[in-house]
């Protein structure tokens, strides 16, 4: 199971990587990066945490981790309207 763990922010960590580098590189961008390379830790302990709990337990779990991402999201957003 941890195998599956490391591939994945393995993959997604090169994904970020060859999406950021294939542009042209701009320091200014930097945020671009660590961006994607917390979006693919973040990604990878859903999945570890996913991996770990029974599978009756798993839908409550990803409902739960709905709610809270759309939450923040509208809370995103109001902060995105409030400094324009």
């Given amino acids: 199971m941890h195998w599956v763990i490391h591939l994945t922010l393995l993959a997604l960590s090169a994904i970020n990587a060859y999406l950021?580098?294939?542009r042209d590189w701009d320091p200014m961008d930097a945020w671009l990066f660590v961006a994607g390379a917390a979006m693919a830790?973040?990604?990878t302990l859903l999945?570890?945490?996913?991996?770990?709990?029974?599978s009756e337990e798993r839908i409550a779990l990803l409902r739960e981790v709905a709610?809270?991402?759309k939450a923040d999201l509208v809370a995103f957003l109001k902060l995105l309207r409030f400094w324009r």
């Fill in 20 to 22: 950021i580098f294939r």
């Fill in 41 to 43: 830790l973040l990604i």
């Fill in 47 to 54: 999945l570890h945490l996913l991996l770990q709990v029974r």
């Fill in 67 to 69: 709610k809270t991402a």
